[in-house]
């Protein structure tokens, strides 16, 4: 069995303003929660936003992160800050050139990580990111889950559909009929699943703060929503996903 934990969007501030818990210490409670499973996970995969706008670089943050109980593979999100990023995590992964991408074996399969955040700030992929993903696909050897930040399907939610994933068309064209048997995201701030490109899609709730369901387009609200992680568990041939809820305290 091939085990892997998804943590996400911890939202790691400067400035004291959590506007819920405190991220640090439910990132803490997941890390101890791994430590001591029977079977632990052989990597955390960190879908993005690990710091919020208030910090200038990752110097709060890497002390924490090097408290996890397994090693941890890092996703840039659309909070992070891109040149402190790589300087912050390039021991962690090989990133590609150009981008925040990288692939990285774990048991039996390939974690793929793809940089969704584009040089303009929205979230998606452009023609570089394809090409090189389609590149590792065609070397895969093994099923992959392919990790972004930004989910790349339809979360009938105004707040992340509004702002669109550019080349989301293309990118289902590349990943359909390839190793890929999961695609794992964050960005939300909620545990969403859906079927897309033929392929199991989700979002993974939040480490740090939630955000209020809206189906209706009325604004979304910061929520002091119970954090939680996915364990991603790979089996004779399946992938089954289990979301572990923490506590608030």
């Not at 439910?26 to 499973?37: K, Q, S, T």
């Not at 992929?125 to 895969?140: N, P, S, T, Y």
Request: with cysteine; hydrophobic share 45%; net charge negative.
């Amino acid at each position: 069995m091939t085990l892997i934990a998804q943590i996400t969007d911890p939202h790691l501030r400067v400035d004291g303003r959590d506007p819920a818990h405190d991220p640090a210490k439910a990132i803490r409670r997941a890390f101890a929660r791994i430590a001591a499973m029977k079977v632990r996970p052989e990597a955390i995969v960190l879908t993005g936003d690990i710091i919020d706008r208030s910090a200038p670089d990752y110097a709060h943050a890497l002390p924490l992160l090097r408290e996890a109980p397994v090693r941890v593979l890092p996703l840039s999100g659309n909070h992070d800050r891109p040149g402190a990023f790589r300087a912050a995590f390039s021991g962690h992964v090989a990133f590609a050139r150009d981008h925040l991408s990288f692939v990285e074996p774990v048991g039996d399969v390939l974690v793929v990580g793809i940089d969704s955040n584009l040089p303009d700030g929205s979230g998606g992929v452009d023609a570089a990111r394809l090409d090189w993903l389609a590149e590792v696909l065609g070397k895969a050897d093994a099923p992959v889950i392919l990790a972004l930040h930004h989910p790349p399907f339809l979360t009938h939610t105004a707040h992340v559909d509004d702002d669109g994933f550019a080349g989301a068309e293309a990118l289902a064209s590349c990943i359909g009929g390839s190793p890929v048997i999961r695609v794992i995201a964050g960005h939300t701030h909620r545990g969403m699943q859906t079927l897309w490109a033929g392929i199991p899609a989700s979002t993974c709730a939040a480490i740090g703060y939630g955000l209020s369901l809206s189906l209706s387009g009325d604004p979304h609200e910061p929520v002091d929503t119970p954090p939680g992680f996915e364990l991603h568990s790979f089996r004779s041939g399946g992938l089954v996903t289990h979301p572990v809820t923490l506590p608030l305290s």
